[in-house]
Every structure is written in structure tokens, then in C-alpha cells.
């Protein structure tokens, strides 16, 4: 079996799922686009390395800061990890909040882009060649960053090969699960309740050193366009380039923070079918865990 548990940033989902692991003595595959990275740790809310429990997960420091990496990436080692895991174990615990890379590795997600650039756009900048898939294909445009060079000219050879937008594509397909035994459990508590979360680690972050952290990874790395996306990362990296002030980076970072878990709901709602829970507590119970 396949327990998958998702939602919003601040739900709990990580307590949960180290619950459910011990319960079911299984391993946890991580799904969070952030936790991926290395020294990403207090702005990502990663579990410790020294946490007895952090063995028990999978797909955490995978790569460096200054790497980028895509889903198609996820994908794939996601789907290795796990036919791994299934030679060792009767049940796997997934959790984490990037509802994209969830579909990705659960369901017959394709990637459409081609491999080969089949143009020539040497002569086109990252903002221009942005502002032409934005004309050709809208809704793919909003999933790749204007400094992404890779992936706008592999969904504009996409487009010259073919004939068809990636969106379009895209929503013609089933998107099956290809596991058997899935479970989808999303855990999406009272908005209010969920808010107070957040603002309280967001505070918690920068007591317990965000600011350290950030200073040292922009001193050893070269951020990668990816990891510097992370809410938390860039406020306080604009705090230390002096345009804006502490204050001004905690209350963006708890704003963005509030924004981001109501799209990750409106996500989840539509994306997964999935049975809900308000709390922890009554996730848990259904399992017949006492939290």
C-alpha cells in the first residue's frame, strides 16, 4: 500500500507522516520540491539529520543548491526509490506539499518536451523567447520560469514539431495511477487555524537562525534559479542585498507563505481524489493512532 499524505505548508503533514511510518514500519519518500537540496534546511522545515527518525526518509539532500532540477527528474528517481523500497517493504508512506511532482510520479504523467533543440533561437534572450511561448501557449508559460532557457525552447520546439500546445496536450491526457493500492490522505485544516500556523514558523524559523542559513548558502552557492524560488529563501536574500528590511522580509515570507498554501489547496482539491481531514488528530485516528 500507498499511503500519500498531502497539504497545504503548516498542516502537519510531516508529523504525520513519521506517525503513520512507525505504525506501518515503513520509509517515507519525500515530496517536496525544496527539501530536495542540501543545506536547505530551517527555511524548508526538513527534518534534522540528527532526528532518529531522519533514516527513515528518502529523496532528502539529493542535490546542491546550485543545481537545478525538474520534475521529470522527480519522476524518475522517484519511481527507481520506490520499486526499491517494494523489494524491502509491504507499505510506503509519501508526503509532502508540491502537488506536481505527486501527480508526476504517482500517475502516467508524460513530458512532452522535446530532447533536441530543433530551432535555432541563439538569437532570442530568455524574456523574449518567454514572451513568445506566452503568445503561443499561455498556460504553459505560467509553469516555466522566464530564466528556465531549457525547458521554453524545448515547449516551443514542442509547438513547431507537432502543431499543438503542451497545455493542450497535456489535458488530453488520462493520467491514470499506475500504482495499484494508492491511498490519497489530505490533511487541510480551518483556514484560520491553518494561518496561525504558519505565521507562528515563520517566526519560529528566524529564531531558530533562517537568516545564518541564508547568508552561508548564498556564500558557498550559486543559487540555482530553482532553489532560489523557495519563499523564505528569496525575501530574506533581497533583506541581505538591503531592499528591504528584516520586518519587511518576515512579513512578505508570512504573506507568500499564506498565498501559496491556498493554491496548494485549490491544487489538491481539484487534482487528487482523496478523503480529507480537518486535523492530525483525526488522520491519525482513523488508523487507530493515538497522537
Do not use: W
Request: with cysteine; glycine share 4%.
Amino acid at each position: 500500500m500507498i499511503l500519500v499524505v498531502f497539504g497545504p505548508t503548516g498542516s502537519g503533514k510531516t508529523d504525520v507522516a513519521v506517525k503513520l511510518a512507525h505504525h506501518f514500519n515503513a520509509p517515507i519518500i519525500n515530496a517536496d520540491a525544496f527539501q530536495i537540496y542540501k543545506d536547505m534546511n530551517i527555511g524548508t522545515n526538513k527534518i534534522k539529520e540528527s532526528d532518529p527518525d531522519y533514516k527513515r526518509h528518502y529523496l532528502l539532500n539529493i542535490k546542491k543548491p546550485n543545481e537545478t532540477y525538474s520534475v521529470k527528474e522527480y519522476q524518475d528517481d522517484f519511481r527507481r526509490t520506490l520499486n526499491e523500497l517494494n523489494k524491502k517493504y509491504k507499505d510506503i508512506i509519501v508526503s509532502g506539499g508540491t502537488g506536481l511532482y505527486i501527480r508526476a510520479a504517482l500517475f502516467d504523467y508524460e513530458f512532452l518536451e522535446e530532447e533536441n533543440s530543433t530551432n535555432d533561437y541563439s538569437s532570442y534572450s530568455n524574456e523574449e523567447l518567454f514572451k513568445k511561448l506566452e503568445e503561443l501557449d499561455l498556460e504553459a508559460s505560467k509553469s516555466i520560469h522566464v530564466n528556465n532557457r531549457k525547458r521554453l525552447i524545448r515547449a516551443l520546439d514542442l509547438i513547431s514539431s507537432s502543431g499543438k500546445k503542451k497545455s493542450e496536450i497535456i489535458a488530453s491526457q488520462e493520467h491514470k495511477i499506475i500504482y495499484p493500492d494508492v491511498e490519497f490522505l489530505f490533511l487541510n485544516p480551518d483556514r484560520e487555524e491553518l494561518y496561525d500556523a504558519i505565521n507562528y514558523r515563520v517566526d519560529k524559523m528566524i529564531s531558530e537562525g533562517l537568516v545564518d542559513e541564508v547568508e552561508y548558502l548564498k556564500e558557498k552557492y550559486d543559487l540555482s534559479t530553482t532553489a532560489t524560488q523557495a519563499i523564505g529563501y528569496k525575501e530574506i536574500l533581497d533583506y541581505l542585498d538591503d531592499k528591504c528590511s528584516l520586518e519587511e522580509a518576515i512579513e512578505l515570507i508570512k504573506k507568500r507563505t499564506r498565498n501559496y498554501a491556498k493554491r496548494q489547496v485549490t491544487f489538491f482539491k481539484n487534482q487528487f481524489n482523496s478523503r480529507v481531514f480537518t486535523s492530525k488528530v483525526a488522520l491519525l485516528k482513523e488508523f487507530g493512532i493515538n497522537e
